[in-house]
């Protein structure tokens, strides 16, 4: 169902699907240069949808904004905003609330479940940029699962990093033989298969 998240004097387009019976919702914070037609996390979100938990895809960016690239790395901007689609998302549905967050978009998905009166209850990254979060890692305190290619040696140095910081439950997983965007046979797979269990474990 595509869907109109409002925000001050413009809106920002979503696709919000919620299967019968679901046990949550999870919103998708996408990562820099990407959207919510991200055939990575479309492959995440129908899996989920598979396993009786609602998506909410959405762009954190006005069209105007992706095209400058400017905005990519403000994770505050990116990260109020997400705040403003949870409390929007609120008003429709009563389902508990999950963030899944790649690349820039595991920061802005981190920083919101920092917020004092945050509603979520389950973080996923996929080969996320948690570090980008920072202070804000220390407060969050719904489960966190950071996943990152094995072959993505940068990325899992800059997760470590962030897990030592995070102060709730938390786990890292490395999927096998996969680069920063998993494309390698099998790894999507792993990946949704991993998420899919963790938001089930914590709704």
Partial sequence: MKVSIPFDTYKLLGDLEIPDHALGLVLFAHGSGSSRLSPRNQFVAHYLQKQKIGTLLFDLLTEEEERTQDLRFEIPLLSERLIVANQWIQT??????????????????????????????????????????????????????????????????????????????????????????????????????LAAQWFTAHF
């Fill in 92 to 193: 429709k549905s009563t389902l508990p609330l999950g963030l899944f967050g790649a690349s820039t978009g595991a920061a802005a998905a981190l920083t919101a479940a920092a917020h004092p009166k945050s509603p979520i209850q389950a973080v996923v990254s996929r080969g996320g940029r948690p570090d980008l979060a920072e202070t804000s890692l220390r407060q969050v305190k719904a489960p966190t699962l950071l996943i990152v290619g094995e072959l993505d040696h940068i990325v899992i140095e800059l997760n470590r990093s962030a897990f030592e910081e995070l102060q709730c439950e938390k786990k890292i997983e490395i999927v096998k033989n996969a680069t920063h965007l998993f494309e390698e046979p099998g790894a999507l797979e792993r990946v949704s298969t």
